[in-house]
């Protein structure tokens, strides 16, 4: 009789056992629920995060481009003007060579530098003298 009640109470421990364990995997599971909900909104915010900032950056790519063709639009033109300026002083100053002005009337009167006046009054000499002097 009393292995009898000795196995009775083994299998009512055994029993308690597999209720707690039961309990505990219960409570486990509860709270791995829990954790992938909050890791599933986590991720979520994250992707909807990531969609906001690819979406503001293409459109700050389109600006920047935007920005870059006006620029270079704009430098284009600026070395246009800047050319067509230099142009129509050289032009102006070759033509108060072949008045007979000097380096320094071309400093004043067209804005050239110095060496830009003298380069000018020696290419104009260069070309006034006959072709056989010029290489001699």
Known sequence: MESQWLFNLILVVQFLILIGVSFWVYSLSKRLKRLTNTQLDADQNQKKQIQVLASGSIGMGRRLVAIEKKLNIAVERQSEILSKEGNVSY?????????????????SKCGLIRAEAELISLLHKESRRPSDQRFT
């Open 91 to 107: 032009n102006r100053a070759m033509e108060l060579l072949a008045l007979g002005a000097t380096v320094d009337d071309l400093v």
